[in-house]
């Protein structure tokens, strides 16, 4: 299992938190996800290293900028 926090800039609010987890969540191979807006920070674990792009790639797509 691999742990990985992401910065991700322009989340602002709890909503913004609940779109990303249930996004994120439902990517075959994530094991846990928790959102946090005010430290800007998603922390995801999950199976393999192809799974992070597919975590990077539902974060852009729902308009947010990671790192």
């Known amino acids: 299992?691999?742990?990985?926090?992401?910065?991700?800039?322009?989340m602002h609010c709890k909503s913004c938190e609940m779109i990303?987890?249930?996004?994120?969540?439902?990517?075959?191979?994530v094991t846990k996800v928790n959102s946090d807006f005010s430290k800007?920070?998603?922390r995801v674990s999950y199976e393999n290293e192809l799974v992070l792009?597919?975590?990077?790639?539902?974060i852009k797509k729902e308009g947010y900028q990671v790192e």
């Open 1 to 10: 299992m691999i742990e990985k926090t992401l910065n991700v800039k322009g």
């Open 53 to 58: 792009n597919e975590i990077k790639n539902i």
């Open 40 to 42: 800007g920070q998603v």
């Open 20 to 29: 990303l987890n249930d996004s994120i969540s439902e990517i075959k191979g």
